[in-house]
């Protein structure tokens, strides 16, 4: 992994303060849970040198209730202009569990990203049986032909850099979640954002 030129990746990064942080329009979709444990503000952007490579957020019982579920669509945040000016784009999967690693690849769709330095999503439809699964990131091209993660400052020891725990901050990646089991609630945890308006 390359940790990119910090001094061009945090000059970035103070521009993309809190208050610049903006999540592009959605639906409004009461049945449905944004869950997330980035705190919104993007500090920095990670890329590797090699295409291919997964960066992952681990989603657990601690959102779900440990239930089944339905995931019907992924969004993930990158840096506008870095590590280029181009936007190439990236997979996003989402990946079963099993002993507590990712397991089996549920989906994988293309993302076009448009403008960078916000949340941009993708429609899926992916079925979840347990309670526990991983957003990944699935990076496109080689660097410095690509486009890189952003991540925020908190770590909830829900990263994942390609199999291995990411310490360096938490990677922003999210996903809509609806369950049937009517003992979850979007309410019941901080870091879920419900969507009742």
């Known amino acids: 992994m390359q940790r990119l030129c910090l001094i061009i990746v945090l000059a970035v990064g103070a521009s993309l303060a809190a208050g610049a942080f903006t999540t592009p329009d959605v639906p409004p979709r009461p049945d449905y849970q944004e869950f997330h444990y980035d705190d919104g503000g993007c500090e920095v952007g990670y890329v590797m040198y090699t295409g291919g490579q ?24 990158t840096v506008a202009g870095w590590p280029d000016s181009t936007f190439q784009g990236c997979y996003l999967h989402v990946f079963s569990e099993y002993g507590g690693y990712p397991d089996e690849d549920l989906c994988r769709e293309y993302l076009a990203f448009q403008s960078g330095d916000q ?79």
């Open 54 to 77: 997964y960066w992952a957020v681990e989603f657990g019982e601690d959102l779900t209730g440990g239930t089944a579920g339905h995931i019907d669509q992924l969004g993930a945040y």
């Open 119 to 197: 949340y941009e999503w993708i429609d899926v439809d992916v079925e979840i049986s347990t309670g526990l699964f991983y957003v990944v990131f699935e990076q496109f091209g080689d660097y410095p032909a690509c486009d890189s993660i952003g991540v925020d400052t908190d770590n909830s020891g829900h990263s994942w850099m390609d199999g291995q725990p990411f310490t360096e901050g938490e990677l922003m990646l999210r996903c809509y979640w609806q369950s049937d089991n009517s003992a979850v609630e979007p309410s019941s945890w901080g870091r879920v954002k419900a969507l009742y308006q």
